[in-house]
């Protein structure tokens, strides 16, 4: 009793396949219709595995192997051609087999080559967080590392790193020290989260900006005339001069000369004595309204200067 001869699987792309195959998505693309033909075990078709049987019998009729292998491989050759782009169409529409479209596609966007390698380590030395978000960023760089393993060239997780780290701007300065000194390489799934963690306290810092103390410089006008580089006797003469005008009408009637407690002077009483007298405090101060004197402001030496 001859066995039964299993029917052909269909394929169907548009709902297993979430996007269609462009110049820029390969490793993607090709990542999911490897997957699928490896589920239905029919890659053999694809990588030549599975040959096509002898088409005819003693008696010149189709042998029911190669019937099935015709039917399947056909089948195949249309999930490959629905699932690519208009722009892919063309490059693959001759082809007579599935294999024969699967080398074709191989050749155009997975070849090995000196150029081809080369253009891909241009890219990773250019691309450029900027504006984007890590996750942008790092998806950009994990693609291209899958075009390498693609062409039989794979980078390094020291490579991905440093492609990495070179491309993220300024404001991460402070953690690629550490990933540098790391003692073992980073996978890309670990560095992946290193970035994207720094990005969100980033953002947190631009929300909630830290508190700022502000201090003014206070100053105080100096009397040159009980200033320390004066003669003694200049400053008995301003003393007296201060005294005269300063003392109580009683010290002023009587003939008893007072003395001071605090700097040990006669003619005056601590609660008058001239190196006590308080004196007015200035501040430097600026107005937030814009001022046509565009005078330059002389540096006080405060801590924090406040202009409009």
């Not at 390498?148 to 701007?169: C, E, K, Q, R």
């Not at 004196?279 to 309204?289: E, G, L, P």
Request: net charge positive; proline share 6%; charged share 20%.
């Amino acid at each position: 009793m001859a066995s039964s001869t299993p029917s052909p699987v269909a394929i169907n792309t548009t709902q297993q396949i979430t996007t269609r195959l462009t110049p820029t998505n390969y490793p993607s693309w090709h990542a999911q219709f490897k997957s699928l033909l490896l589920g239905y075990n029919l890659y053999g078709y694809i990588d030549g595995t599975l040959t096509c049987p002898s088409s005819t019998n003693p008696d010149a009729a189709p042998t029911a192997a190669y019937t099935h292998w015709f039917q399947q491989d056909k089948l195949i050759l249309n999930a490959t051609l629905t699932s690519v782009s208009d722009f892919v169409i063309p490059f693959i529409a001759a082809s007579k087999t599935s294999s024969q479209a699967w080398n074709k596609l191989t050749k155009l966007y997975a070849s090995r080559s000196r150029t081809r390698v080369m253009q891909f380590k241009e890219d990773l030395t250019l691309l450029q967080c900027g504006t984007c978000t890590v996750t942008e960023f790092l998806y950009s760089i994990k693609s291209i590392a899958d075009e390498f393993a693609l062409i039989d060239a794979p980078l390094s997780a020291d490579d991905i790193t440093l492609y990495v780290l070179n491309g993220l701007g300024p404001e991460y300065r402070e953690m690629v020290a550490p990933i540098r000194a790391h003692e073992s390489a980073l996978s890309f799934e670990e560095l992946h989260d290193l970035p994207i963690g720094h990005e969100s306290y980033l953002k947190r810092l631009d929300i909630n900006p830290p508190s700022l103390v502000v201090t003014a410089h206070n100053t105080q006008r100096k009397d040159h005339r009980f200033s320390k580089r004066q003669p003694w006797s200049s400053l008995n003469a301003a003393t007296q001069k201060y005294d005269s005008k300063s003392q109580p009408r009683y010290f002023r009637q009587q003939k008893y000369t007072p003395k001071c407690q605090h700097c040990d002077q006669l003619g005056h009483v601590a609660k008058y004595c001239p190196q006590l007298h308080t004196r007015k405090a200035t501040a430097n101060c600026t107005t937030a309204s814009p001022s046509p004197d565009q005078r330059w402001l002389i540096d006080s030496a405060a801590s924090h200067n406040i202009t409009s």
